[in-house]
């Protein structure tokens, strides 16, 4: 990974679709003191038809952020509603600032998320702060084959009906987040009080870099997840 500077961040912009809620660590059942790491649960909506990023949250106990961003092809752009994606990504900092090692936790690791999230990061210059914050990745899905290994289904839709007897918000990134941590508390998916993240900033570095032979059709999505596994990083891609 690129290396730089860690900076403080700028003051926080105080208007926009922006909220975070509670205090870090206030009613957090996944705070692992001082010094140590931090469960943040995570996931963000995108647009079917533009792979473009939509709305970011993020939760650890009470303490939950999200925010809405304002794309050319969104209604949000007519109604003045919405922030634009530099000052998503710089709101999503501020939050992950406020966090003790955070370490993101999110449903599958091999979703277009969080590709389309270091793609975002880059647009904006804001990778290299994010990746010396983010101290790794927990993929929930791994974790709950493992817990429930005979589960009839593994789509989140349906384990949230079934453990939670809920129905999931798929419309709602913030909604989603929240049943990501319940299920993991209901689950028992973390006992580890200071948990190893499983996967690295260079495992998705790779993976994002191969996504466009994915889309080429030149490498299946299998072969994509053994490579970036390794953490293979075609720096020729990268520069083309």
């Not at 989603?176 to 993991?184: E, S, V």
């Not at 570095?205 to 889309?215: A, H």
Request: contains cysteine.
């Amino acid at each position: 990974m690129g290396q730089g500077v860690f900076g403080e961040p700028g003051s926080p912009p105080s208007s926009g679709s922006s909220k975070a809620q509670g205090s870090p660590g206030t009613a957090s059942p996944w705070g692992h003191g001082p010094g140590l790491t931090t469960l943040v649960f995570f996931h963000l909506e995108m647009d079917p038809k533009t792979q473009q990023i939509t709305e970011i949250a993020a939760a650890n106990g009470d303490h939950t952020f999200k925010t809405v961003i304002r794309t050319p092809e969104s209604m949000l752009t007519l109604l003045s509603q919405g922030v634009s994606l530099e000052t998503a990504m710089e709101q999503f900092l501020w939050y992950l600032y406020s966090v003790p090692g955070p370490i993101l936790v999110t449903y599958n690791f091999w979703e277009p998320e969080l590709p389309a999230l270091f793609k975002a990061l880059d647009a904006t210059a804001k990778k290299v702060d994010f990746c010396h914050t983010v101290g790794g990745y927990l993929d929930m899905l791994p974790l709950i084959k493992e817990k429930v290994p005979k589960a009839p289904s593994y789509k989140l839709k349906n384990l949230v009906r079934r453990y939670l007897r809920q129905q999931l918000n798929k419309g709602s990134a913030l909604a989603t987040t929240k049943a990501l941590q319940t299920l993991g508390q209901v689950l028992e998916l973390f006992p580890n009080p200071d948990p190893a993240p499983t996967m690295t900033h260079c495992n998705l570095q790779s993976y994002t870099v191969l996504q466009s032979l994915v889309q080429e059709k030149l490498l299946t999505r299998r072969a994509a997840k053994v490579l970036a596994r390794r953490n293979l990083i075609l720096w020729e891609l990268e520069q083309a």
